[in-house]
């Protein structure tokens, strides 16, 4: 599945997202950033009639969700908070359909134990929602695919895997760490892929395929390692007006399309 984030729409409220990424000819979204209080299409602050609302926004549009962000869950109050906000983030990003809840995973080490811990404990009760749990490389303590195994291996559910993101290893490595060669590390573990490309010194406001990221290579290597099935989600365009941002997915899309063989 090809899909396309809010992000690139950052700026505007979602629903300008939503309408330029059909428009652009994507049959799936992801959700991310918007604009608004939270920053966030979807939270652990979103009402259900929020989620609602949301969901018929995006039905309006024949669009299907596949992934969603949601930002972070309140384990610096308690682990038992941070149960409790996953579970609420899970009921909203559910009443949205997704498949899958993207997580950014922490930087904190004295924090490392209870998001995971809280992640674990909602693992089955996301399945029971249709959806799984994934991590992505973010910085920090998962700013590379054997971090993120890492923390797989410490949650010990199948219901939780990476979410792989090319362009953010380059970022985080300050273009030192070639995804092709960090791949290899999640193999068996990979539920989908944020399309995110990288330029020097440090920019990932890029379109994918004009960058530094060797797509075909790094797709290759995922698929070599088990990734055959999963969405495969834009996360960033080079920024410019709606028009050129509407062209860009467009040209990303069609990008995608040949390189998959899908359509």
């Avoid at 300008?16 to 979807?42: F, H, S």
């Avoid at 399309?195 to 960058?211: A, E, M």
């Amino acid at each position: 599945m090809i899909a396309c984030y809010t992000r690139p729409w950052a700026q505007y409220e979602y629903r300008v997202a939503l309408d330029a990424i059909a428009e652009a000819g994507y049959k799936y979204v992801g959700l991310m950033t918007t604009k608004g209080k939270r920053g966030l299409v979807i939270s652990v602050d979103t009402t259900p009639e929020e989620a609602a609302r949301v969901a018929e926004e995006i039905r309006k549009r024949k669009l299907k969700v596949v992934s969603v962000y949601g930002g972070d869950i309140p384990v610096n109050k308690s682990l038992e908070a941070g149960i409790q906000g996953l579970k609420k983030l899970i009921d909203n990003c559910a009443a949205c359909g997704t498949k899958n809840l993207l997580m950014g995973g922490i930087g904190n080490e004295k924090l490392y134990e209870p998001y995971y811990t809280a992640i674990r404990e909602c693992c089955d009760y996301a399945k029971a929602k249709g959806m799984g749990i994934s991590v992505k490389p973010h910085g920090g303590l998962n700013a590379t695919g054997p971090q993120c195994r890492k923390t797989v291996e410490f949650v010990g559910n199948k219901n939780f895997g990476i979410w792989y993101d090319p362009g953010n290893i380059f970022y985080y490595s300050d273009g030192k760490l070639n995804p092709v060669d960090d791949a290899p590390s999640v193999n068996g573990l990979v539920m989908g892929m944020c399309i995110k490309d990288f330029k020097l010194p440090k920019n990932v406001d890029v379109t994918p395929g004009t960058g530094m990221v060797d797509f075909p290579a790094v797709l290759a290597k995922l698929q070599a390692g088990g990734f055959k099935s999963g969405a495969l989600v834009v996360e960033c365009l080079e920024p410019g007006d709606q028009a050129h941002t509407l062209a860009e997915a467009r040209k990303t899309r069609l990008f995608l399309e040949k390189l998959t063989g899908q359509t």
